[in-house]
């Protein structure tokens, strides 16, 4: 089977959860007989050059890449207010040169499947029709709209809160619109295949968890650093700044008066564009350490993991991996969303300043007196059980072949 992956980021290096996601499954499915091909776009926030990939990726996996400007224009900010349209997805969805590149691999080769990663590819769907008779899937890794629903939901600014409504209000009508217009979606949680079924989808839909290589991941109960929380993701992305910083104004401070000796570590790619980044010093024990080589290294060398997150969707890959690790998470209902946290106790919600700093005290404790080591195995156990890339590509093999056999 060839399968032509769309990508609105190039998934090398894989540091982010997408694209860990995106690329563990395109190295699977070449493992598995398929022949992969991944058009990606280069932005600013994320360009990586073809030709540094390891040659032992581009010997099972035919990279290309297209530079597309989708830095947030101001001017385009104030002629979108009187449009109709998604700004969200004019910035990805109108690039000449990415349509360009993808009409020729098209014309050149005979795909069976071409998989869209992600909702703002969506608008090059008309060509891929107008070019090819593969059958066309959506790889949806969030509920797009719902995250700028919720970043509005906690937003201050009235004006800025009435622009990300507006837009919540657009990009879910394009959103759910254009669901019908595949051949199939591809969920990442049963929650999010829950929510396109209930909206009216019409094509199938088949859930394929985020997948990891679990070999590469061992429980940890040596803690590193006990004395210390930590914190990785994109720095680049709205919802984690915004639950990053919710968390140092209004709990970090008052942790700091429990614990004056914890350590707070922020790992993630691009903190230059956290604007708040530059206010860090104003917090005690706080280190921005920025994008870290080896994810999973940095999360054996550290204590506790928190995260903030208000507005996000689909699944926090950087959790499940943490929980392979064999870490204590502190996090939201939005943050453990599309994982079955009920049984793992390693895995601690917190909606409130004073939820936090309850569950951080808790799970200090945990680390120091080693009580959970059980309860990691758990952990373990149950993200080997359902996020295992070799048994979750086999299933998605098996869809995606009855899907183009029964064209």
């Known amino acids: 089977m060839n399968i032509l992956i769309l990508a609105h980021k190039m998934p090398y290096p894989p540091k982010d959860g997408g694209s860990i996601v995106t690329l563990n499954y395109a190295k699977e499915l070449s493992r598995l007989g398929c022949n992969v ?11 990586f ?3 540094e990939i390891p040659n032992d990726l581009r010997n099972i996996i035919r990279f290309y890449a297209v530079d597309v400007d989708t830095k947030i224009k ?5 002629v ?3 449009q109709k349209d998604s700004y969200h997805i004019w910035r990805y969805g109108s690039s000449d040169e990415f349509k360009n590149l993808l009409v020729e691999l098209l014309k050149n080769n005979k795909f069976n499947i071409v998989q869209l990663e992600g909702l703002y590819l969506a608008p090059y769907l008309g060509v891929i029709r107008e070019n090819s008779s593969a059958k066309v899937v959506l790889r949806s890794h969030n509920v797009e709209y719902e995250i700028i629903e919720r970043y509005a939901e906690w937003e201050k600014s009235p004006l800025k809160k009435l622009w990300l409504k507006t837009q919540a209000k657009r990009l879910k009508r394009y959103e759910l619109n254009v669901l019908n217009y595949f051949d199939a979606i591809i969920a990442i949680t049963e929650r999010d295949a ?11 839909i088949f859930v394929a968890h985020a997948g990891f290589e679990i070999e590469s991941y061992n429980p940890n109960f040596e803690s590193g ?14 919802p984690n700044q915004q639950g990053l910083e919710w968390f ?15 350590k707070f570590y922020i790992a993630g790619r691009n903190p230059h564009l956290w604007k708040f980044s530059k206010k860090i010093s104003k917090f005690p024990n706080v280190e921005i350490v920025g994008e870290v080589e080896d994810s999973r290294e940095f999360m054996k060398s550290k204590g506790v993991m928190v ?12 959790i499940i991996e943490a929980m392979a690790m064999g870490k204590i998470v502190v996090t939201t209902k939005i943050g453990a969303e599309g994982i079955e946290y009920n049984r793992i106790k390693s895995v601690l919600i917190a909606d409130s300043v004073n939820e936090f700093i309850e569950k951080i005290a808790f799970a200090l404790m945990e680390i120091e007196y080693q009580s959970l080591t059980e309860n990691k195995n758990i952990a373990f156990d149950f993200v080997k059980r359902n996020f295992d890339i070799k048994k979750l590509a086999v299933e998605l093999v098996k869809f995606l072949n009855f899907l183009y056999k029964n064209s």
């Open 74 to 78: 101001p001017f385009y900010l104030l």
């Open 307 to 318: 995260v903030p997150v208000f507005s996000g969707s689909g699944v926090r890959v950087k």
């Open 225 to 238: 650093e006990p004395n210390s929380l930590f914190f990785i993701g994109a720095l680049d992305w709205f």
């Open 194 to 204: 829950k929510v396109f079924n209930e909206a009216g989808c019409k094509v199938p």
């Open 248 to 262: 140092l104004k209004n709990v970090w401070l008052e942790v700091h008066k429990r614990f004056p000796d914890l």
């Open 37 to 47: 091909t991944i058009l990606a776009m280069n932005t600013y926030k994320r360009k």
């Open 49 to 51: 050059r073809v030709e």
């Open 80 to 82: 979108n207010l009187f």
